[in-house]
Nanobody, 123 residues
Framework: VELVESGGGLVQPGGSLRLSCAATGFMMDFYAIAWFRQAPGKEREFVGGISRTARTIIYDDSVRGRSTISRDVAKNTVYLQVKDLALEDTAVYYC?????????????????WGQGTQVTVSS
């Protein structure tokens, strides 16, 4: 079971990006998927999550309204798209998976984690 994030990089303030979370070794459609992030010197925080069926998608207040989480069953991949990026969005972004019905913001309820992808917002 492996999750691999990609799509991070250096982005200017106001820009956008799309992160990918690809799964190998299991079918993502049996799992809820979440995105978390951890900025330097700060605790890991929940960004958002999507249920197995994609009927439930939740976002943290910090990204709600400028983020979209989606899943592509054929590609076994979940995406996080974020626009209007600000300096405070700089962090390592992680995806996580768990066989739960709906996503939760509690990181101890997620079973599998990726290695993370760095997002740096800077001019």
């Amino acid at each position: 079971v492996e999750l691999v994030e990609s799509g991070g990089g250096l982005v200017q303030p106001g820009g956008s990006l799309r992160l990918s979370c690809a799964a190998t070794g299991f079918m993502m459609d049996f799992y809820a998927i979440a995105w978390f992030r951890q900025a330097p010197g700060k605790e890991r925080e929940f960004v958002g999550g999507i249920s197995r069926t994609a009927r439930t998608i939740i976002y943290d207040d910090s990204v709600r309204g400028r983020s979209t989480i989606s899943r592509d069953v054929a590609k076994n991949t979940v995406y996080l798209q974020v626009k209007d990026l600000a300096l405070e969005d700089t962090a390592v972004y992680y995806c996580a998976a768990a066989r739960i019905t709906v996503p939760t913001s509690k990181d101890n309820e997620w079973d599998y984690w990726g290695q993370g992808t760095q997002v740096t917002v800077s001019s």
